[in-house]
């Protein structure tokens, strides 16, 4: 019988500005509600061999291990290191942030002789860090984040991917946040593993995970000696079900699917290149607004993420108080500080299709009225003012 008391849910429309999820475009929601099929259906079949190779030109790879997890990106986190990792492999993890530190505790679990790298939050790696450590302990795997979300660090990855593999390494990559938002080029950089998750710049809801192998990597999963911890995850099976032989394994999540195949499309028709100049241009001009404002970026020139502003919040602001205000009056969400940054820093995500000119100018000036609400000084109209000069080249 049903409980008359509990009325259909009607979530309220927000505008995600914060480190995920992002606003997800009208099309992909209209696939979620497309109709479901078996999970072995030919129809699904297509649709996954289409996801795949949506999936390799993001990445930038012709990895034939390249899927979508059914799990959020922490679940291709765990995916990637339990595959790779057998109890007793010594395991290298920068962590600069809150999520090279779930890396580390993952990798734990599964075993790993854990060697923790680590910076300041909101920090990068130098290759020669990088090297001195290799070269000290021989790892079989180093872990890294591209796009640290915690912090708004952008880590580059081409030196230290040639430093891994000189030792003989195998190289993972945190991508969950920069897939789609900035390159990310597996193949050229020679990246063994890597994860992501669909809700940052991909833009679709929470739900799946994107993958991808090298034939290296592949290697070493097939040389294993010890079972993958995580029977779920074990890319031995998997791999079989999204490959020639459709082995069953488990049940994906059908319209999850349909939602990141057309998430997928979507990127391939912007183009990566104007996609990733689409986010850049968004940021430069949040940025140069922010400045107008007295507010600085928490990440030094040159490391900051476009998708993920990470800001210093203003000396007297209340930091809750602002972001609840943002949300409860204009509807915008951003996102607080994580561990030592909590209290000092707001993020301000511009990820895929919330990166849009509209959402920098509303969010300016909405956040102009929560500090002078505060009685913090602010330059009238300034942070508009400066936003709109960037976008004309002024």
């Not at 190779?53 to 990106?73: C, D, I, K, P, Y």
């Not at 991917?161 to 993972?172: F, N, P, Q, R, T």
Request: with cysteine.
């Amino acid at each position: 019988m049903t409980d008359r008391t509990v009325q259909p849910i009607n979530p309220p429309r927000r505008i995600l500005m914060g480190p995920g999820p992002s606003d997800t475009h009208h099309r992909v929601l209209q696939m979620l509600g497309a109709p479901t099929v078996g999970h072995l259906d030919p129809y699904f079949l297509t649709v996954m061999n289409e996801v795949q190779s949506m999936l390799r030109q993001v990445f930038q790879t012709t990895n034939e291990m390249t899927l979508a997890v059914s799990g959020t990106g922490s679940a291709g986190m765990e995916t990637c290191v339990v595959n790779l990792i057998e109890p007793g492999d010594k395991m290298i993890v920068c962590v600069n942030g809150v999520f090279g530190g779930r890396m580390a505790d993952v990798a734990e679990r599964a075993g790993a002789q854990v060697i923790k790298l680590e910076r300041p939050f909101g920090e990068v790696f130098s290759a020669e860090e990088i090297a001195a450590a290799v070269k000290q302990h021989s790892p079989k795997v180093l872990g890294i984040v591209h796009a640290e979300t915690s912090t708004g660090a952008l880590q580059p990855l081409e030196e230290i991917s040639k430093i891994v593999h000189a030792a003989g390494g195998l190289l993972l990559v945190d991508c969950v946040t920069s897939l789609g938002g900035v390159p990310v080029k597996i193949d050229d950089w020679q990246v063994d593993a890597a994860y992501s998750g669909t809700q940052k710049c991909l833009s679709c809801p929470p739900g799946l995970a994107p993958v991808t192998f090298s034939a290296r990597a592949v290697e070493a999963i097939e040389k294993r000696k010890t079972k993958v911890q995580s029977w779920y995850l074990d890319m031995s099976m998997v791999r079989n079900y999204w490959g020639q032989s459709r082995a069953y394994h488990h049940t994906a999540p059908i319209n999850m699917n349909y939602g990141l195949h057309e998430a997928l499309r979507l990127v391939l028709e912007e183009g990566l290149e104007a996609r990733h100049a689409r986010h850049h241009r968004n940021h430069l001009a949040l940025k140069a607004g922010l400045k107008a404002m007295g507010i600085q970026y928490a990440v030094a020139e040159g490391h900051q993420l476009p998708m993920l502003n990470a800001v210093l919040i203003p000396a007297g602001a209340d930091d809750a108080a602002v972001r609840s205000q943002l949300l409860n009056e204009f509807g915008i969400e951003i996102g607080g500080g994580l561990g030592p940054m909590k209290g000092k820093t707001w993020r301000i995500g511009l990820m895929g299709e919330t990166s849009q000119p509209r959402n920098v100018l509303v969010f300016l000036a909405a956040l102009e009225k929560c500090l002078v609400d505060q009685k913090i000084a602010v330059p009238a109209g300034a942070g508009v003012a400066a936003a709109n000069a960037c976008y004309r080249g002024a």
